[in-house]
């Protein structure tokens, strides 16, 4: 059986090394087609056992092959995204059976095109936690799958306890940096023992070169270390995992931020998750990941407290979250595959067949 793993968007890169992953233990051939810069940044040299053929839609034949829908030659489609919605419009053209994730939920809800689009019995979304299928309940059906598989060497004994890691993109509509530039002031000040929190992601545009310049107002540049964009997927990786510890930095001061409590995964979660670093995260996201003991928790304003409380955390007590944490990202894995096939057989996709 084969399968077109499709991602026409410059992001969502890491998403696919899960779908792969999935797809190779369900017996089913992966043809990935993704644009030219995605492919690029290596989003699968982490995992270098996984098995599939990659196809950059930037070139021309491919590019003719693409637009033709000679998709048909293949048995379904999993759509990597199905936003913006000029990408739902392309893949309704194709007449083989689609699995779609769906990154904002509330599509579901409230957009007559994204549900016109899974009407048919030929189309299934997935949602990218079980949390958000949750939230959506009976107002619209899906399944999920959980993205935790972004690499094969976890590297714990070279992550530095000392540092915190917050990963992506600087946007101040997705997370407070503001909460945690008071929290490093005020440990400064308190003379806290040495830490570091490395910022890795694309930091050259506005919000950026706002938080850099805060930064520097404050003369916190040796405590809050902006590492910058990695080009390669691999090398983002192995930066993010230098830290011990993952700082989503998602609170409920801000309406703003309120999607991530129920409808929108918090991908800094997927991401300690997937490479076992101990999250210093909200009480209520703690409790909507389901990882309470296996995280550092915080309520609004309790950021200081928490920084101070993961630096001091004994030894043992930091190996049983590590090893919470790896045991949730199998647990996740192993009902991602039992979801994929339920949502594979419900298509009337038999991965035995060849």
């Not at 992966?30 to 996984?50: E, H, K, M, Q, Y």
């Not at 506005?206 to 990695?230: C, Q, S, T």
């Not at 045991?327 to 991965?351: G, H, I, K, T, W």
Request: charged content about 25%.
């Amino acid at each position: 059986m084969r399968c077109a793993l499709v991602e026409l968007n410059p992001f969502h890169r890491e998403t696919l090394p899960t779908f792969v992953l999935l797809l190779n233990q369900l017996g089913v051939t992966v043809d990935v087609f993704a644009r030219g810069d995605t492919l690029s940044r290596r989003p699968f040299a982490p995992c270098p056992s996984l098995r599939y053929k990659a196809h950059s839609i930037d070139d021309l034949p491919m590019k003719l092959w693409f637009e033709l829908r000679r998709l048909a030659g293949y048995d379904f489609v999993v759509a990597n995204s199905v936003e913006p919605v000029w990408i739902l419009r392309k893949l309704a053209r194709f007449q083989v059976p689609i699995i779609g994730v769906v990154h904002n939920s509330v599509l579901m809800l409230e957009d007559p095109e994204y549900q016109a689009f899974f009407s048919p019995a030929s189309r299934r979304p997935l949602v990218l936690a079980p949390h958000i299928a949750s939230w959506l309940g009976g107002r619209a059906a899906v399944s999920w799958v959980a993205p935790v598989h972004v690499t094969e060497d976890l590297r714990l004994d070279t992550a530095r306890n000392d540092w915190l890691c917050v990963q992506g993109t600087i946007d101040f509509r997705r997370r407070n940096y503001g909460s945690l530039i008071v929290a490093a002031s005020e440990l400064e000040a308190a003379g806290v023992p040495s830490f570091s929190a490395i910022v890795v992601g694309k930091d050259s545009h506005l919000d950026g070169m706002r938080f850099r310049r805060e930064v520097a107002r404050r003369g916190l540049e040796k405590i809050i270390v902006l590492d910058g964009e990695k080009f390669g997927y691999d090398d983002y990786l192995e930066a993010v995992m230098t830290a011990a510890f993952i700082l989503p930095l998602v609170d409920s001061t801000s309406l703003l931020f309120q999607p991530y409590f129920g409808e929108k995964v918090t991908s800094s979660l997927s991401m300690a998750l997937a490479t076992a670093r101990i999250p210093v995260v909200h009480a209520a996201i703690a409790r909507l990941y389901g990882i309470e003991g296996m995280a550092v928790t915080y309520e609004d304003g309790g950021l200081c407290d928490a920084i101070r409380r993961a630096m001091a955390l004994p030894t043992d007590e930091r190996g049983e979250m590590i090893s919470g944490l790896r045991e949730c990202r199998a647990s996740l894995l192993r009902n991602s595959l039992s979801n994929l096939r339920a949502v594979m057989e419900d298509l009337a996709l038999d991965p035995r067949r060849r």
